[in-house]
């Protein structure tokens, strides 16, 4: 079947199979000389698709264990974060690390080393899994964790599916006292107030700002930065206290067909920022959960509106030392373009693991662009401004970059290359990623 990443650029012909059981994957991986395991598609490019064999496993969904003591999960690697949350919230745990939608899955989110708005504190999601059993190419099953195979468990978190198929983990889940967010909504004038309210936030658990891409001259990454904590129980207004852990029940709205092209330029999505800006009100409010973490989730295939032809999303991460000057020069041949970017979203992200897991400490900023010609010219010339400010490109956001890129920016390669030719020797797990960055 015709398969692309949530970008819907590049679209492939893909052979999909899906394995029932164990044993079935096992004969699988044995029979096929090249495939890659596909989560929920939510990764943007083409890391989860390979022409030969693109395996599904969604349907490896059971929950396998829950401890209450220590609050430790085990599930299998298909089931998603939806249902993670639908069934530990009412109980009292929350995920520990998010990415900003829940329609992904376990493994999908080890396999990216997924980081969420509370990185500068908590670090990505492998940091929360003590334990993960990864099915290698000749089909033996290992146990990996900081005490059993501690390089391929390493290498494994954020390895993008290249070290094996990840089957099941045991992730440590987070305490909360309530399913809401007590968050706190500040704008800012400039790049300068956004850093200096980046920095003046550390102490906060979550932190993510939305930019206007658009801005230019003295308003150049101006921004509205929301800030949260879970709700404890008695922050909660009356009526929300008898229920604390009510899960959000949003009414999910579709965009019904794919918009023509014309429907983003720069003139909508100026339009578009000057009101978010606008409606944007500074202060503290208690949100729910969704509306906090998962905004972009209350629209049902929100993808359709860059277009038929897809879009690009470009997220890089720049080392705090370098990211003024870096996300000036990045802002400003962005707005200069007149490519608008609909959703500009910018975090500070704490230190990172290595090997290939995307955070460092420093800016991280993605902005999303219509797969055109124009835009591909335009990130090619921002690959340079990364390359020159010691930046790196997140691989779950990737269609497009380039080898030189990829091995300037991830110092841990080397590293990981080694662990993963003593996995898989003869390189079963490739990607069409992988194979563009000759990994
Ligand atoms: C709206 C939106 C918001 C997002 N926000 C964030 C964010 O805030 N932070 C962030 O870090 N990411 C974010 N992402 C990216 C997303 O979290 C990651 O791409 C995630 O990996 C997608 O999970 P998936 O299950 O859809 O995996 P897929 O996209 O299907 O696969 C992603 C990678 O994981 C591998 N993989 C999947 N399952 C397995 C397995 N069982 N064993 C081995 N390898 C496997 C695949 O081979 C592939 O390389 C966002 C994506 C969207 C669409």
Redesign the pocket.
């Known amino acids: 079947m015709m398969l692309s990443?949530?970008g819907r650029f590049p679209r492939t012909d893909c052979r999909v199979l899906a394995p029932r059981d164990m044993a079935e994957l096992r004969t699988t991986l044995l029979s096929e000389p090249s495939v890659?395991?596909?989560?929920?598609?939510?990764?943007?490019g083409d890391?989860?698709m390979n022409p030969n064999a693109t395996l599904t496993?969604r349907q490896?969904d059971r929950f396998k264990s829950f401890d209450p003591a220590s609050g430790l999960l085990e599930a299998e690697?298909?089931v998603?974060?939806q249902d993670i949350i639908e069934t530990f919230l009412p109980r009292g745990w929350f995920i520990p690390v998010?990415?900003?939608?829940k329609?992904?899955?376990?493994?999908?989110?080890?396999?990216?080393?997924?980081?969420?708005?509370n990185h500068h504190g908590a670090g990505?999601?492998g940091d929360h899994v003590e334990s993960l059993e990864?099915m290698l190419a000749d089909g033996r099953v290992l146990r990996c964790s900081n005490s059993e195979n501690r390089e391929l468990f390493d290498a494994?978190r954020g390895?993008?599916?290249?070290?094996?198929?990840?089957?099941s983990a045991v992730v440590r889940m987070l305490k909360v006292e309530s399913s809401y967010i007590r968050q706190e909504t500040v704008c800012t004038r400039d790049l300068a107030e956004t850093m200096a309210a980046f920095e003046q936030s550390h102490g906060w658990t979550y932190t993510?700002a939305w930019v206007d891409s658009l801005a230019t001259g003295r308003g150049l990454g101006k921004c509205v930065l929301y800030r949260g904590e879970h709700a404890r129980k008695e922050e909660l207004p009356a009526n929300k206290r008898d229920e604390p852990f009510a899960i959000a029940q949003r009414r999910v709205k579709t965009v019904p067909f794919e918009l023509p092209r014309f429907a983003l330029n720069r003139w909508t999505v100026s339009l578009f920022n000057a009101l978010y800006y606008a409606a944007a009100t500074p202060g503290t409010a208690i949100v729910d959960y969704d509306s906090y973490f998962?905004p972009?989730?209350a629209i049902m295939e929100?993808?359709r509106i860059y277009g038929r032809t897809g879009f690009l999303?470009y997220?890089c991460v720049l080392p705090t030392a370098a990211s003024r000057h870096g996300l000036t020069e990045i802002m400003t041949r962005v707005a200069r373009s007149g490519t608008a970017s609909f959703l500009s979203?910018l975090?500070l992200l704490g230190p990172g693991r290595g090997m290939l897991s995307?955070?460092m400490e420093g800016y991280t900023l993605?902005l999303d662009f219509p797969a055109t010609p124009a835009s591909l010219l335009l990130l090619t010339e921002l690959d340079a401004v990364v390359e020159a400010h010691g930046g790196r490109i997140?691989?779950?956001?990737d269609a497009r970059m380039g080898t030189t890129l990829l091995r300037q920016g991830y110092g841990g390669l080397d590293a990981f290359e080694s662990v993963r030719h003593a996995a898989d020797p003869s390189g079963k797990?490739g990607?069409l990623?992988?194979e563009r960055l000759g990994l």
């Open positions: 990443g949530w890659i395991v596909r989560g929920n598609g939510r990764s943007y890391p989860a496993l490896a690697c298909g998603l974060l998010t990415p900003g939608t329609f992904v899955t376990l493994g999908g989110m080890i396999a990216a080393d997924v980081h969420g708005k990505s999601f990864l494994t390895g993008m599916g290249l070290t094996g198929v990840i089957c993510v998962y972009l989730d929100w993808n999303q997220q979203v975090k995307f955070p993605a997140y691989l779950a956001k797990f990607s990623q992988s």
